[in-house]
Nanobody
Framework: QVQLVESGGGLVQAGGSLSVFCAAS????????MHWFRRTPGKEREFVAA???????TYADSVKGRFTIDRDNAKNTLYLQMNGLKPEDTAVYYC????????????????????WGQGSQVRVSS
């Protein structure tokens, strides 16, 4: 059974840094591309970053240069380091692994087939 549990996050002033973590279990983590999405109240969940099995990453334009996605396959853990935070980064951050048919895949679409964690709140004050 796929399980994804986020932690970290919290409250920080604009310009500060936070990290969120995602502990994965129930599947072979190293075989899966992994994602971070976020959702603010009243908005759809949006893509933040993704990382392939071999560590190649991709980012939304809004976070490029400020956020870093990483993974530790030995610890079955996904990370998101967030620097230079802005009030508009305030959201619940979710990790996800996505699939298309029988293939694990990368997608920027929040409506793609996926397993999601429960989310971790990040608040950035101005």
């Amino acid at each position: 059974q796929v399980q994804l549990v986020e932690s970290g996050g919290g409250l920080v002033q604009a310009g500060g840094s936070l990290s969120v973590f995602c502990a994965a279990s129930g599947f072979i983590f190293s075989d899966h591309p992994m994602h971070w999405f976020r959702r603010t109240p009243g908005k759809e969940r949006e893509f933040v970053a993704a990382i392939r099995r071999i560590g190649i990453s991709t980012y939304a334009d809004s976070v490029k240069g400020r956020f870093t996605i990483d993974r530790d396959n030995a610890k079955n853990t996904l990370y998101l380091q967030m620097n230079g935070l802005k009030p508009e980064d305030t959201a619940v951050y979710y990790c996800a692994t996505m699939y298309s048919g029988r293939l694990w895949t990368i997608s920027r679409r929040a409506d793609a087939n996926a397993y999601w964690g429960q989310g971790s709140q990040v608040r950035v004050s101005s």
